[in-house]
């Protein structure tokens, strides 16, 4: 499988050289050269799999030759072994037609961990196979690092740091990254915001020698695996629910676009999908898009899902890129206008056929508070504020007469606390693997937002992995 970039001036790649490389050369984003395509048959036969079984096979066409069956099946197998539920990713119904699938049992209780805990397989693999050795830096405000800490942490071939804006995190967010120990892990609290820790990871990566020297690498939300990762559980809800002989549809409350995009990817690989809601917060610029062809940038709000606090959807550039029928010069001419002027212009016919598909819905906070409270009174389920902005959304949007709407539940209730006993009196314990998360002893560095002191950081502890 050969992979393209979406403004169409960087090498093709393969699935290995992809997912070390993360952001294309170009500034554009990876794509298959062509969809992977299965018949009902072939759907019908990945019916009733093991969770681990299924993400295989259906990983498998996207990796192609750079990586043995036996040897992806294995390590998706490695990697869900420590979730939470047996199911990997369970159903639960709400009502008639309406159901949730809970991607939160991975060691985060956040769906990142869904495809972050392959990544770390994969990449260990990878560079294995080449003799080479990685140090992945990333910024986080939440769920992203702690994902990717997990995914990495004890791997002998990475070292990963991550930086956080020095008491601007959540603690449990906070802590699921500073109480990991592995000695290849480092935690950087920077004195200053998220977008501060965001430039300084964009500086290491524009100092072309310390990129090198380092053999830095990313694992943000661009990088093509993590999308890959994420088709096998729509597949698995699908298959659950009568498909491929029967339609579905799914709500997801989205931020920068991948998990609704994964989607996306297994309706373009076969599977019947009759609708995708896109739930948004009061950062709404996904919502006016599809309402009126307004992808108009605004200034970020904070809200109850923070996860979702975006305002440039950085995976919409792969699902434009197949709305202008893969015009690269198009999709890279549309980028720059909206690096430059904040409003992106999205041809009509383009944005008509988005609309075909997708379907935007906005909650804002109390409308989130409102429906925690709604779900809890009506049959005891404790939806997070992240969640439930997907269960609203697939709510107000049904797909139609007889076809059942899934809505993602992407975080753990336990990670919002405050939330949950604001919308309904009580307060969501850890699960049991965790619950002694706020005893365990943190490890962090305080820095201040300067690159130079970053950067010896990021060497003392990665080093090692200068060529030698
Ligand atoms: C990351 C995240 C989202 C948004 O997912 P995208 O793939 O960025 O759209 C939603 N909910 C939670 C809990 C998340 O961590």
């Known amino acids: 499988m050969r992979y393209v970039s979406t403004r169409g001036q960087a090498p093709a790649r393969d699935f290995a050289g992809v997912l070390l490389a993360g952001l294309a050369e170009d500034g554009g984003l990876y794509v298959p050269e062509a969809w992977p395509q299965l018949g009902p048959a072939d759907w019908r036969a990945l019916r009733g799999l093991p969770y681990p079984a299924l993400a295989a096979r259906l990983l498998q066409p996207f990796i192609g030759a750079a990586i043995a ?44 961990d869904m495809a972050m805990a392959v990544l770390g397989r994969l990449f260990e693999h990878v560079l294995a196979e080449r003799g080479e050795r990685a140090t992945i830096v ?17 791997r002998s071939l990475v070292d990963i740091v991550i930086l956080h804006p020095h008491g601007r995190t959540s603690d449990v967010q906070r802590r699921q990254m500073t109480t990991v120990t592995a000695p290849n892990v480092r935690n950087l609290a920077i004195t200053g915001s998220f977008d501060d820790c965001q430039d300084l990871v964009k500086a290491m990566f524009a100092d072309a020698a310390f990129r090198s020297e380092m053999r830095l690498s990313a694992v943000n939300s661009i990088n093509w695996a993590r999308i ?5 559980y729509y597949a698995a809800a699908a298959l659950a629910l009568g498909g491929p002989d029967r339609e579905v549809a799914f709500a997801v409350p989205t931020g920068n676009f991948g998990n609704v ?20 917060n009061r950062n709404d610029i996904l919502a006016r898009f599809l309402e009126a062809n307004d992808m108009s940038a605004r200034p970020v709000e904070p809200s109850l899902s923070p996860s979702m606090d975006i305002q440039v959807s950085s995976n919409f550039e792969r699902l ?22 904040g409003k992106m212009p999205v041809p009509g016919a383009a944005w008509h056929r988005a609309r075909t598909l997708f379907h935007g819905f906005r909650l804002d906070d109390p409308g989130t508070l409102g429906e925690i409270a ?11 504020p992240h969640s439930a902005v997907g269960i609203a959304a697939a709510r107000a949007r049904p797909a139609g007469h007889g ?6 539940a992407t975080a753990h209730p336990a990670k919002f606390p405050d939330a949950m006993e604001q919308a309904t009196g009580t307060r969501p314990g850890l699960p049991a693997r965790m619950a002694d998360l706020f005893e365990r002893a943190e490890r962090f560095d305080v820095l201040p937002n300067d690159l130079g002191a970053v950067q010896a950081a990021v060497r003392g502890l990665a080093g090692r992995n200068a060529p030698r």
């Open 69 to 112: 069956p036996d040897i992806v099946a294995r390590l998706c197998a490695e990697a869900y072994a420590g979730f939470g539920h047996p199911a990997i990713v369970p159903l639960v119904q709400l009502e008639t037609n309406l159901f949730v699938q809970e991607l939160f049992h991975g060691p985060t209780l956040a769906f990142k």
């Open 138 to 154: 990333g910024a986080t405000s939440g769920d992203t690092g702690s994902a990717a800490i997990e995914a990495f942490a004890g």
């Open 228 to 232: 890959a990762a994420q088709v096998p």
């Open 261 to 280: 995009l994964a989607a996306w990817v297994a309706r373009r690989m076969g599977l019947k999908v009759a609708r995708l809601v896109v739930g948004s």
């Open 320 to 341: 434009l890129f197949e709305l202008l029928d893969r015009d690269a010069a198009a999709t890279a001419a549309a980028m720059t206008a909206f690096r430059r002027d």
């Open 374 to 384: 709604r779900l809890h009174a009506a049959s005891g389920y404790l939806a997070d």
């Open 403 to 408: 076809v059942p709407m899934v809505a993602m």
